[in-house]
């Protein structure tokens, strides 16, 4: 299978970090980087870097010349919807970073759009791609019935601290979309849909600043029998990862929900004896089993795959209006 032909349009951190670990993703090949006229000369000391072989300023500009068959956009939160309605329009594939849109309306609208135009349109979250996440699924029928679970993913945003000092950045900016349950949670919030489905009712509990902007939280997810919660920030650090309580055991992941790095699954009372199975470990850069698998999809046009990273989003989206509103 050839590589997929991709452009990349943004300069953020999120894009940064993919492009240093390109030589781990061999189903792609980027073939331009576009961005705003200010962050051009970025772009181009990263092209030079990467072997990339167009830099554009113009996102149209960039559609009319080609070279592409998919565009990943790892813009500022705010600028997801606009982005990749103007490739969809353009006739690209698009690989959207989370969170996907700021509504549920605007996901189905985008896939609205993707329908006509004849292509697919992907959430980049990591989190279903890893072997990791196909582990815990498999074990998870192994623990009994559901009694909870809880998700931690926190870290200290190394812009809080111009935020607390007045410096204004798009992360603690409510007008952009940012905050701890956009950027963070939203991480929980698929491993736990993923793994439990969709919750009876949600409730958010956040850590507001002055300007309104959520730089912790606590969400509360009620499944009837057990309640899940996921606590996320951006403010402070903790210890990440899960812990899924059943009747008959237990499935534990050490490290961020957007990586899973470590997992195990326990049948038994531990104080038992109870049989710890390990799961695998990953042996690439995390973004590298997502972007595999857009790849496989695209080329071999599966559209029941996409259906279902489709189904996923729009439930997550769902959840995360409901949670903004609470």
Known sequence: MQPLQLAVLSTSRIVDEFLQHLSEMPEISVQALCCRPQSGDKARAWAAQYGIPAVYTDEDACYRAGGFDAVYI?????????????????????????????????????????????????????????????????????????????????????????????????????????????????????????????????????????????????????????????????DSEGVNGLVLQGTGGHLVVEGGTNALPTVYSVQGNTRGGGARTDGPAADRFRMAYEFAAFARMIHQHDTEAEKEARARTLAVMELLEALHGC
């Not at 759009?113 to 890893?130: F, S």
């Not at 601290?161 to 991480?187: E, H, R, S």
Request: hydrophobic share 45%; with cysteine.
């Open 74 to 234: 790892g813009t500022a939160n705010h600028l997801h919807y606009s982005a990749a309605r103007r490739a969809l329009a353009a006739g690209y594939h698009v690989i959207l970073e989370k969170p996907f849109t700021g509504t549920a309306a605007e996901a189905r609208e985008l896939y609205a759009l993707a329908d006509e135009k004849g292509v697919m349109l992907l959430e980049a979250i990591t989190v279903y791609y890893l072997p990791q996440f196909a582990f815990l699924q498999q074990e998870l029928a192994k623990i009994g019935p559901v009694r909870g679970a809880m998700a931690s993913f926190c870290a200290r945003s190394r812009r809080y601290d111009d935020f607390v000092k007045g410096i204004w950045n798009t992360t603690f900016d409510p007008a952009c979309q940012g905050g701890a349950l956009n950027d963070m949670n939203v991480y929980n919030l698929h491993l736990l849909a993923g793994l439990l489905g969709t919750p009876q009712r949600a409730e958010y509990r956040a850590t507001r600043a002055d300007n309104g902007i959520d730089t912790a939280g606590m969400v509360l997810l009620d499944y009837g029998d057990f309640t899940a919660a996921a606590l996320a920030a951006k």
